[in-house]
């Protein structure tokens, strides 16, 4: 089994979408006036966060001048602050602010990755992109032996999540439909009793028209909280 550094290291090095791969250079290259000055990362973005999470968030893709230009999930865009403000507000992060890979974030018991690692054109990536990129998300799910809560970020999240509870896993209820705060149970292989607990994405196309209100992903990470006992997952 694949630990994190090898799962990150192919992750970056991935070349799989060759049209993904072009589309995050060129952004890279042209760039937004207000980054002019700086490196764009423009590669496949790993997951990343504390190993022994109990707490996996899964997003979508990464932002062509958000984490396609920082190199890390969420951080240097609008859904990040969004994001990270509210994981600092429920104890998950140390600070509400994410600008940069070397900010001094810290992440308690939470990982964070996403279904797609390279910037998608209009954040909609193809199937063939999605199942390209899945076995990534298999693999570090895998790696993180503790978790009890993944709380998925959007539909698209939500989807890869499932399907892959279904490939590995076996579920104790029926899946309901996409729904904020929607809590579906599965047991993973070495874990019982994981929570799929689904959350609007924070975009800025939900969260400036108030789809997404900050006391609703409050609510998701207070709920994240909640599931949390004070020991690990019982072996299966
Ligand atoms: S989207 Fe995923 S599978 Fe495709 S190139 Fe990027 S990292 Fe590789």
Not at 5 to 32: F, S
Not at 53 to 60: E, H, I, K
Not at 105 to 126: E, S
């Amino acid at each position: 089994m694949p630990t994190l550094e090898t799962i990150e290291r192919r992750v970056v090095a991935c070349r799989k979408c060759p049209e993904l791969r072009a589309y995050c250079a060129e952004i890279g290259r042209v760039k937004k006036r207000a980054f002019l000055d700086q490196d764009y990362w423009s590669r496949p973005v790993p997951g990343w966060g504390d190993p022994r999470a109990r707490v996996v968030l899964v997003g979508l893709a990464p932002g062509a001048h958000g984490s396609n230009r920082t190199g890390r999930v969420f951080t240097g865009d609008g859904s990040g602050e969004w994001l990270y403000r509210a994981l600092h507000r429920a104890g998950f992060a140390s600070q509400p602010n994410a600008s940069h890979r070397d900010d001094g974030l810290v992440l308690r018991d939470t990982f964070i990755t996403a279904a797609v690692r390279c910037a998608p054109p209009a954040n909609k990536p193809t199937p063939e992109q999605r199942a390209n990129c899945a076995p990534y998300l298999r693999d570090e799910f895998a790696a993180l032996r503790n978790v009890r809560v993944v709380v998925t970020l959007g539909k698209i999240a939500d989807d890869a999540v499932h399907a892959l509870a279904k490939e590995i896993g076996t579920y104790c209820g029926p899946r309901g439909p996409f729904a904020h705060l929607a809590e579906t149970v599965v047991d993973l292989p070495g874990r019982a009793g994981v929570t799929l607990l689904a959350s609007y994405h924070p975009s800025r196309q939900n969260t400036n028209t108030g789809v997404l209100t900050e006391s609703m992903l409050d609510a998701v990470f207070s709920r994240a909280r909640s599931l949390l006992g004070p020991s690990p997952a019982k072996e299966v």
